[in-house]
């Protein structure tokens, strides 16, 4: 029997049912990463009138003037990364947190690094209520990585620069893997994933994207 909508438990397992059919159909097969999916609920990092749209395959504004990005793409960007439950992980723009608590599913160790303090504020507060203490948020210009933290196993930026940062691709472990937008904020973007060889670098071009673009400096919020 097809519960009423007036069930909550019911429209919330049609819902996550379709969310996860939906990122099926846009070729996210492994099961790891929609376990993951299923398991971070969108709606807590989407906030105010867009809360109702935070099951709909699209980005969405958050504080700050940026995006939550697409479902799908979070999920394709996070299966191009093949995390490993012992791996530790850079992500760069942590936004509303969406993808980083994702990433804390799979990965040993999250850090997450924000230009906007107040998205970290908001984000580390989230990851609590969702008991997620292997994530560490942190306000700084991401484009010079975490030296402290690195090197690291996987890395992963949320927005767009025009060419890989030097700094990351060096804080970048052999055998690592970083996956991130490149190309100019306004035009079209590729999404690329970098293996670290033990020599040199292989590139390659997953799809075309559309990012914020990453920005230098702090900001003032
Ligand atoms: N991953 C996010 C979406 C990020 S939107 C999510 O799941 O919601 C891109 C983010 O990158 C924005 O929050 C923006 O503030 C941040 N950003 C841009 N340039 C940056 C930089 N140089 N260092 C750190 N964060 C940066």
């Known amino acids: 029997m097809t519960p009423g909508p007036d069930d909550p438990s019911g ?49 969405l504004p958050i504080a700050c ?11 394709m960007m996070t299966q191009a990364l093949e995390i490993g ?6 992500e760069v723009g942590t936004g509303s947190g ?17 230009r906007h303090r107040r998205l970290v504020r908001e984000a580390e507060t989230l990851f609590s209520h969702l008991d997620l203490p292997n ?13 402290e933290q690195a090197p690291f196993d996987r890395i992963i930026v949320t927005a767009a ?3 890989p940062p030097g700094p990351l691709l060096s804080q970048l472990k052999p055998g690592g ?7 100019q904020s306004d035009t079209v973007q590729s999404l690329i994933r970098v293996r670290r060889l033990e ?22 919020d």
């Open 11 to 59: 429209s919330e397992a049609e819902r996550k049912m379709r969310f996860l059919f939906q990122l099926r159909s846009k070729g996210v097969t492994d099961d790891r990463v929609l376990h993951a999916m299923e398991r971070i609920d969108r709606g807590p990092f989407v906030k105010g009138i867009f809360a109702a749209r935070a099951y709909d395959d699209m980005p």
């Open 65 to 75: 003037g940026q995006t939550i990005s697409q479902p799908s793409i979070v999920a």
């Open 85 to 90: 439950p012992r791996d530790t992980v850079l």
């Open 98 to 114: 969406y993808q980083a608590a994702i990433l804390a599913v799979l990965a040993r160790r999250v850090y997450t690094v924000d």
């Open 135 to 147: 994530i560490v948020a942190l306000t700084g210009d991401g484009s010079f990585g975490l030296p």
């Open 161 to 163: 620069a025009e060419d």
């Open 177 to 183: 893997i970083m996956v991130l937008p490149v190309g």
């Open 199 to 220: 020599t040199g670098f292989d590139y390659e071009e997953l799809r075309p994207v559309r990012f914020v673009p990453l920005v230098e400096g702090l900001a003032t």
